[in-house]
């Protein structure tokens, strides 16, 4: 069975810091997933990576995958406040139909 | 491009209950996906429809039920309402291909459910 852990859960950080949020997945996937949920919304659909090795940047958002560590990591670089909101990382198995979701991360981003 | 909608946004129903919810994918999208999302257990995955087949099922009591109809567009129903059903339900369209692939899914607004 397919399990996804991220850390850490919870993150504050200041304006202008950088950090990494893990993904960490169980078992083979054929791809990894990045969105992003502000407070009462849906999930918005940040980055789809499907090979080993793959780095996706979109602003100060960077994600990369390692399939062989199993892990993708989201890399924000100097961050603002317009970034605070929860990700959520998901991997899928091929033929599985579903996405299974990490737990997610509540990222604060303080002036 | 119209995104994914979902009616209706909120709902507020008692125990015992059911309750239908709707979705509509975006143009051309033939699979959608449920998802349940509760701050206790986070977002779950329900069912997943393509060309009006279920083809996946999450580890939901059979209270939760599911269709597809031949636009493509979803309902979900939810019979003998529990206080634990409260949450948020997520609707996805994706692509889809017949072989199983599902593509990036689009996430629809929700709607949230409370039970009193």
């Known amino acids: 069975e397919l399990k996804v852990e991220q850390n850490p859960l919870f993150l504050s950080m200041q304006e202008g810091k950088n950090y990494t949020i893990y993904c960490n997945y169980s078992?083979?996937?054929?791809?990894l997933y990045w969105y992003r949920q502000d407070p009462g919304k849906s999930l918005e659909s940040l980055f789809v990576?499907?090979?080993?090795?793959a780095v996706k940047q979109e602003g100060r958002l960077m994600a990369s995958l390692d399939t062989k560590a199993r892990l993708s990591t989201l890399h924000i670089t100097a961050a603002v406040h317009d970034l605070s909101a929860t990700y959520f990382c998901a991997a899928i198995i091929q033929g599985a139909q579903k996405l299974v979701f990490g737990q997610g991360t509540r990222l604060t981003i303080n002036p | 491009k119209a995104g994914v909608t979902q009616t209706p946004r909120y709902l507020i129903k008692t125990r015992g209950q059911q309750v239908t919810l709707s979705c509509s994918p975006i143009s051309g999208h033939r699979s959608v996906s449920w998802y349940q999302q509760t701050p206790g257990q986070g977002l779950q995955f329900l069912f997943e429809y393509f060309s009006e087949t279920q083809r996946n099922k999450g580890n939901f009591p059979g209270r939760f039920s599911g269709r597809q109809f031949s636009n493509s567009r979803s309902e979900m129903n939810v019979s003998t309402l529990e206080l634990g059903d409260s949450a948020l339900y997520l609707c996805?369209?994706?692509?889809?291909?017949?072989?199983?692939?599902?593509?990036?899914?689009?996430f629809g607004p929700g709607t949230r459910l409370t039970v009193l």
């Open positions: 996805a369209s994706s692509l889809g291909l017949a072989g199983g692939a599902l593509g990036t899914q689009y």
């Open positions: 078992t083979t996937s054929d791809r």
């Open positions: 990576l499907l090979s080993n090795g």
